[in-house]
């Protein structure tokens, strides 16, 4: 039986470049993008599993590469202080790791130094590092395999784009089982050091170093809020399980008491997979509800927003919307505005509304707001720009900018919710500027929590 045959069948493997493994290959070569970890990796283990029926090394290719649209330094560290921790798991699974920084990130040079007989890579169904992957198709001359490596149920599963949660979740809750399981991990059985192949030596990286040789966008400043890296995600994990996931089911809307699990920046990373975070759930000792609660969240929710970007174009634009959504939206296009305010007003906090401004402000200090705070804030934004479109783009920027989970399925699957119905439905009767788009405002949030204290403890924020 064919490599291909054996293991491109599976229904996380997508074949973008077809044929057999090349006979003369040195190597397998794992491109490294969105699933930045060495454990519970999915796309690793088969570039592991597929080298051991080769009886040829691994190594993983890390190309730094500082332009991703609308990065900047705050995202950056991030994702540098878990780039050695990284690298160190995969040499204790006997992979080698080549981090290969701006200007030398380019995949296809690097393949032309090691001569793999395989490239695999990790997908990601943003605009951007899915042309990145049809631009590898066409430019490698050896087979080229992607895993779904982020999510718990495969996104090919669905190959149209889901209405709402209610029409997607009884799809996964079919099949979440089969693919809901430990994953394997395995050791490569033929070291890189073994090899006649060299590669430079694997001096630590240096976050700082690294950092100020990259030409970044600098807008927003790097937090202390949150470290980058697999251990310090599983750290927050394990604090979410002992102190919070028992409440989860009713606290999670609730701000003042922060009772989310602060996982989805090691989410959008790659530093903790949804399978580590589902099972570690799922096994923990909370009552059955706030369990079941969390993984809704963290399953059906989270892979809607994948199905979401995935299957339309115009994810981070108001046009992805419903069809009555826009036109309700449209209909109340020149409704009055009692208040308007520029990006830069809006971006330095500086609104009539308090608890809007300790949004902003929360997200700016720690780099990530209240899930449920982003439902308001970006409802708001609509209220109090001149148009919907002027609002998603607002909306858009800001989250890119600052929240460390920025440029994210989810981050535009939630502003899409808010400001065009995404995945909701119409709301009657209609209102100013909002037609049947559904309303929220500040005395109801103040009906569900306490307000004063959420906005005094971002006022404690560093």
Same mark, same amino acid.
């Given at each position: 039986?064919?490599?291909?045959?054996?293991?491109?069948?599976?229904?996380?493997?997508?074949?973008?470049?077809?044929?057999?493994?090349? $006979?003369?290959?040195?190597?397998?070569?794992?491109?490294?993008?969105?699933?930045?970890?060495?454990?519970?990796?999915?796309?690793?283990?088969?570039?592991?599993?597929?080298?051991?029926?080769?009886?040829?090394?691994?190594? &993983?290719?890390?190309?730094?590469? !500082?332009?991703?649209?609308?990065?900047?330094?705050?995202?950056?560290?991030?994702?540098?202080?878990?780039?050695?921790?990284?690298?160190?798991?995969?040499?204790?699974? +006997?992979?080698?790791?080549?981090?290969?920084?701006?200007?030398?990130?380019?995949?296809?040079?690097?393949?032309?130094?090691?001569?793999?007989?395989?490239?695999?890579?990790?997908?990601? !169904?943003?605009?951007?590092?899915?042309?990145?992957?049809?631009?590898?198709?066409?430019?490698?001359? &050896?087979?080229?395999?992607?895993?779904?490596?982020?999510?718990?149920?495969?996104?090919?599963?669905?190959?149209?784009?889901?209405?709402?949660? /209610?029409?997607?979740?009884?799809?996964?809750? /079919?099949?979440?089982?089969?693919?809901?399981?430990?994953?394997?991990?395995?050791?490569?059985?033929?070291?890189?050091?073994?090899?006649?192949?060299?590669?430079?030596?694997?001096?630590?990286?240096?976050?700082?170093?690294?950092?100020? @040789?990259?030409?970044?966008?600098?807008? $927003?400043? *790097?937090?202390?809020?949150?470290?980058?890296?697999?251990?310090?995600?599983?750290?927050?994990?394990?604090?979410?399980?002992?102190?919070?996931? @028992?409440?989860?089911?009713?606290?999670?809307?609730?701000?003042?008491?922060?009772?989310?699990?602060?996982?989805?920046?090691?989410?959008?990373?790659?530093?903790?997979?949804?399978?580590? %975070?589902?099972?570690?759930?799922?096994?923990?000792?909370?009552?059955?509800?706030?369990?079941?609660?969390?993984?809704?969240?963290?399953?059906?929710?989270?892979?809607?927003? %994948?199905?979401?970007? @995935?299957? +339309?174009?115009?994810?981070?634009?108001?046009?992805?919307?419903?069809?009555?959504?826009?036109?309700?939206?449209?209909?109340?296009?020149?409704? !009055?505005?009692?208040?308007?305010?520029?990006?830069?007003?809006?971006?330095?906090?500086?609104?009539?509304?308090?608890?809007?401004?300790? $949004?902003?402000?929360?997200?700016?200090?720690?780099?990530?707001?209240?899930?449920?705070?982003?439902?308001?804030?970006?409802?708001?934004?609509?209220?109090?720009?001149?148009? *919907?479109?002027?609002?998603? $783009?607002?909306?858009?920027?800001?989250?890119?900018?600052?929240?460390?989970?920025?440029?994210?399925? +989810?981050?535009?699957?939630? %502003?899409?919710?808010?400001?065009?119905?995404?995945?909701?439905? *119409?709301?009657?009767?209609?209102?100013?500027?909002?037609?049947?788009?559904?309303?929220?405002?500040?005395?109801?949030?103040?009906?569900?929590?306490?307000?004063?204290?959420?906005?005094?403890? &971002?006022?404690?924020?560093?």
């Amino acid at each position: 039986m064919s490599i291909a045959h054996h293991f491109g069948s599976e229904t996380r493997v997508t074949i973008r470049r077809a044929g057999e493994p090349d $006979a003369q290959g040195k190597c397998i070569v794992y491109w490294m993008q969105r699933a930045q970890r060495a454990v519970d990796n999915p796309a690793l283990d088969k570039a592991i599993e597929i080298a051991n029926a080769l009886r040829l090394p691994v190594v &993983v290719f890390f190309g730094l590469h !500082p332009h991703y649209p609308n990065a900047n330094e705050r995202h950056y560290q991030f994702l540098v202080e878990g780039l050695q921790e990284t690298r160190e798991r995969c040499q204790k699974r +006997n992979v080698a790791f080549a981090l290969r920084p701006y200007p030398n990130h380019d995949l296809i040079k690097f393949c032309d130094e090691v001569k793999p007989a395989l490239v695999i890579g990790d997908e990601n !169904p943003m605009r951007e590092p899915e042309s990145w992957r049809r631009s590898a198709t066409e430019k490698l001359r &050896v087979p080229f395999w992607t895993i779904d490596a982020d999510v718990i149920v495969p996104t090919k599963l669905f190959e149209k784009e889901e209405y709402a949660a /209610r029409t997607i979740r009884p799809k996964i809750h /079919r099949v979440w089982d089969e693919y809901l399981k430990p994953l394997a991990n395995p050791v490569a059985e033929v070291s890189w050091l073994d090899s006649k192949e060299q590669l430079p030596p694997q001096e630590l990286i240096d976050v700082t170093a690294t950092l100020a @040789a990259l030409p970044l966008n600098r807008s $927003a400043a *790097p937090v202390k809020s949150f470290r980058g890296g697999t251990a310090a995600g599983l750290q927050t994990l394990q604090s979410f399980i002992d102190e919070r996931l @028992a409440h989860y089911d009713t606290a999670r809307n609730l701000p003042h008491l922060r009772g989310t699990s602060d996982m989805s920046p090691y989410l959008h990373f790659g530093h903790v997979g949804p399978h580590t %975070i589902a099972l570690a759930v799922r096994e923990s000792n909370a009552p059955s509800s706030a369990k079941d609660a969390f993984i809704e969240e963290m399953i059906v929710r989270r892979e809607i927003a %994948i199905n979401y970007v @995935a299957r +339309n174009a115009q994810y981070d634009t108001l046009a992805g919307c419903h069809a009555w959504a826009r036109k309700s939206l449209d209909e109340h296009r020149d409704d !009055p505005r009692e208040h308007l305010y520029s990006l830069k007003q809006f971006e330095q906090a500086e609104t009539h509304d308090p608890l809007w401004n300790a $949004a902003q402000l929360e997200m700016v200090k720690r780099g990530k707001m209240h899930g449920y705070l982003r439902m308001y804030w970006a409802k708001k934004i609509l209220e109090w720009t001149p148009s *919907p479109e002027d609002a998603f $783009a607002i909306a858009v920027e800001l989250n890119d900018r600052y929240e460390l989970d920025g440029r994210d399925p +989810n981050g535009y699957t939630g %502003i899409a919710w808010a400001i065009g119905a995404k995945h909701d439905r *119409p709301w009657a009767p209609a209102r100013k500027i909002f037609g049947m788009i559904r309303f929220m405002a500040a005395s109801g949030c103040a009906r569900k929590f306490d307000v004063n204290a959420y906005i005094s403890m &971002v006022k404690q924020l560093p």
